[in-house]
């Protein structure tokens, strides 16, 4: 099973930056798409973007224009970077792996970014 490992994130300024990252380990990342989730104390889980294996991106409304999704299948990394912060951007911040067709087959830990006003 693949397993995911998030870094970078933190306290942070709105109006800020911040560059998360996501390791998976194993052969097979570039058949994954990759998503970047997040969920806000009291609220669901919600998708912030994801990139396929060819490349394309998606976004969440609330984050277009703002964040970028990009992957690295050589070092098995894929990255958000998250410009403009605001505070409603503060969440924990999951990485996961999915395959078309068979679904989500693994969820990393978590990163917390905190923007403060």
């Known amino acids: 099973q693949v397993q995911l490992v998030e870094s970078g994130g933190g306290l942070v300024q709105a109006g800020g930056s911040l560059r998360l990252s996501c390791a998976a380990s194993g052969s097979t990342f570039s058949m994954y798409t990759m998503g970047w989730y997040r969920q806000a104390p009291g609220k669901q889980r919600e998708l912030v973007a994801s990139?396929?294996?060819?490349?394309?991106?998606n976004y969440a409304d609330s984050v277009k224009g703002r964040f970028t999704v990009s992957r690295d299948n050589a070092k098995n990394l894929v990255y958000l970077q998250m410009n403009s912060l605001k505070p409603e951007d503060t969440a924990v911040y999951y990485c996961?792996?999915?395959?078309?067709?068979?679904?989500?087959?693994?969820w990393g830990q978590g990163t917390q970014v905190t923007v403060s006003p």
């Open positions: 996961n792996a999915e395959i078309t067709g068979l679904g989500s087959i693994s």
């Open positions: 990139i396929s294996r060819s490349g394309n991106t």
